[in-house]
């Protein structure tokens, strides 16, 4: 009965992190639209004003913590995995080509790993778990390219994704110290996202007060009235804004923690290896993007490496 229980637990921590990865894996198809009318910075912000919104309709409960001091939990995660993660894997496309940004950040899992080894001291890390991120790096490689692109370094924008990905793996450090206070997840998620808001007001006055060039486009802030009501007047701005806001940040950020609690941290975030996978099969059957056989091969071997990073030693 015990052991059917955990099971059926497992499989909805499954549920929740399958169905984040794959809203994830579209995300990226949704904001090279809104690109064409909006800056990198200003989708973000947006997302997330969306997504708070959209938090406290779902759970209009306040969040009440025992302990003042757990406060700076929220906000280091809020920091990490939201204004962080997000700002320097935005900066880092406009020095490096995409296809580098998305093989170095779907290298979180192994800083996610050492982050736990380091210091919640859980010892995740075995040949196995080596083995597989190998593979599945390989994987992400071969779609990332998808036999478009030529591998070229540039140290500034991939040292940029590099520390994405660190940020990534203290994001979730901070994020199973907080799912071991037993809070709400949307309420918990809520507060994440209030401190990543507060973190990006310095980000929003640098794209406001600086001038619009080719260099810092990504990152301004347009104030103009007659742009702005150009832009939104566009359904389908509205569709993509709304879906990166509520689908992809509200819910799937609530259900992240979800899974991270039922799965633990380190063994969801190895899925995901699978976001450039949905990536490239989400843009094949919505935009007629060709896969090539580079991306199909890639794409078994990141599913291999996945299945390898799960497997156990025997214990002795």
Known sequence: MVKNQISQRTLTGL?????TIFIWGITFVCTKSLLTDFSALEILIIRF??????????CPHSLRLERKRDELLFFAAGLCG???????????IMFTSASNVSIIV??????????AQ????????????????????????????????????SPKGDLMALSAAVSWGFYSLFVSKINALGCRSLAATRRIFFYALVCMIPLVLFGVLSPETGTNHGFSV????????????????WINLLFLGVAASALCFAAWNVACRILGTVHATVGIYLIPVITIL?????????????????AVFTICGLIVSGLKGKKK
């Open 82 to 92: 939201v204004t962080v993660y997000q700002f320097l894997e935005n900066a880092a």
């Open 49 to 58: 004003v969306f997504a708070y919104a959209a938090l406290w309709i779902l």
């Open 118 to 153: 380091i210091f919640l001291h859980e010892k995740h890390i075995t040949p196995f778990f080596v083995i597989g991120f190998l593979i599945a790096i390989a994987g992400v490689a071969l779609v990332s390219f998808n036999g478009a692109a030529v591998l070229h370094f």
């Open 222 to 237: 347009n104030l103009n009235a007659a742009l702005n009501a150009e832009r939104f007047a566009r359904p389908i701005n």
């Open 106 to 115: 779907a290298i979180c899992p192994i800083f996610t790993a050492l982050t």
């Open 15 to 19: 549920v929740f992190a399958a169905f």
């Open 282 to 298: 989400f843009a094949y059957f919505a935009l007629g993007e060709r896969i090539t056989l580079m991306g199909t091969l890639g």
